[in-house]
């Protein structure tokens, strides 16, 4: 277990902005999904804003690390739409 902590105190430390800048962008998808409660259309919009930016965040993220691979651009890919698939099942029954 100390291994994994010392990853993350490296990984954290080392890409400090691109972390911030995630977790900022999520509290601010967060913060519109409240703004636009009863508004299902803008809300998905706002939902495939923040998957799509999930998505070039993590391409970004592995170019500046130098570890972008084909199954890494995939795997992105494949997370956003599926967190998008559920959100959308969870909020528009």
């Given at each position: 277990?100390?291994?994994?902590?010392?990853y993350l105190k490296?990984?954290?430390?080392?890409h400090a902005f691109d972390y911030?800048?995630?977790?900022?962008?999520?509290?601010?998808f967060l913060v519109a999904m409240s703004?636009?409660?009863g508004k299902p259309f803008l809300q998905t919009?706002?939902?495939?804003?923040y998957i799509a930016f999930y998505i070039i965040w993590g391409?970004?993220?592995?170019?500046?690390?130098g570890s972008l691979h084909l199954k890494v651009m995939i795997e992105y890919i494949l997370i956003?739409?599926?967190?998008?698939?559920?959100?959308k099942i969870l909020l528009f029954p």
């Open positions: 277990m100390h291994s994994f902590f010392y490296k990984e954290l430390s080392t911030s800048l995630f977790a900022f962008s999520g509290i601010l703004a636009l409660t919009l706002a939902l495939l804003l391409m970004y993220h592995h170019v500046v690390d956003g739409f599926t967190v998008f698939f559920l959100i």
